[in-house]
């Protein structure tokens, strides 16, 4: 059975440059989650899908930021013209949970972008 | 405003000791709690969870506390081994949110 997977693993921009993160949920996740973890620190949310509804998106820094899932399974998020701040590790992770069942969120390997 | 937080940054412990990683939180609404290890270059892996109606869980080896009087979760982690050595992570759920809100975390090193 395969995981939450993610590509790249790893990306490296050059400032103002664009870039767009994957991530593919285990099969059957309603629920697909973003993370930013900087490093040394725990991740932090950016946003929430349940199918292909963007249902918080509460943790975007800025509206560089921006995610999608319009089938409902794989999900990209893109971050436009990218600032050296934006260097961080990208977390994905989905889950089971449908409303507000709690559910366990399995994280894939993340995506480490760094941004010159 | 919410927040966990762990009150040891490091842990080294003697393989075969038992290992206890502590955590703080501070929203009450919290109600589903969850220990994550993770590995350089990796994602977290999930360990272990509970909900605020138990105060005890118990897998393989791990134990995770729940004492929602003082707000306060730790992890047990019995006859610790080299395997083990990893950044652990508590995180919360809770308050009509689906986010998990996580603390900064602790390393945990394991000596052979």
């Known amino acids: 059975g395969a995981g939450v997977s993610q590509s790249p693993r790893y990306k490296v921009a050059k400032r103002g440059q664009d870039v767009a993160l994957r991530c593919d949920p285990i099969?059957?996740?309603?629920?697909l989650f973003w993370y930013q973890q900087a490093l040394g620190q725990g991740p932090e949310f950016l946003t929430y899908?349940?199918?292909?509804?963007?249902?918080?998106k509460s943790g975007l820094p800025s509206d560089r930021f921006f995610a999608e899932r319009p089938e409902g399974s794989v999900s990209t998020l893109k971050i436009q013209r990218t600032q050296q701040e934006d260097s961080a590790v990208y977390l994905c992770?989905?889950?089971?949970?449908?409303?507000?069942?709690?559910?366990?969120?399995?994280f894939g390997p993340g995506t480490r972008l760094l941004v010159l | 405003g919410e927040s966990v937080g762990l009150h040891l940054p490091t842990l080294s412990v003697q393989e075969g000791d038992n290992s206890i990683i502590n955590c703080a939180y501070s929203?009450?609404?919290?109600?589903?709690f969850i220990w994550y290890k993770q590995e350089s270059g990796k994602g977290p892996q999930f360990i272990i969870d509970?909900?605020?109606?138990?105060d005890k869980r118990q897998g393989q080896r791990v134990t995770v506390l729940l004492n929602k009087t003082v707000k306060h979760l730790s992890l047990q982690i019995a006859a610790t081994q080299p395997g083990d050595s990893a950044v652990y992570f508590c995180?919360?759920?809770?308050?009509?949110?689906?986010?998990?809100?996580f603390g900064k975390g602790t390393k945990l090193t394991v000596n052979p």
């Open positions: 995180a919360e759920m809770g308050g009509g949110s689906e986010k998990l809100v």
């Open positions: 992770a989905s889950s089971l949970a449908v409303g507000r069942s709690r559910e366990t969120q399995y």
């Open positions: 929203n009450s609404a919290s109600d589903y």
């Open positions: 099969s059957g996740h309603v629920s």
């Open positions: 509970i909900r605020s109606n138990m």
């Open positions: 899908f349940q199918n292909e509804a963007q249902l918080d």
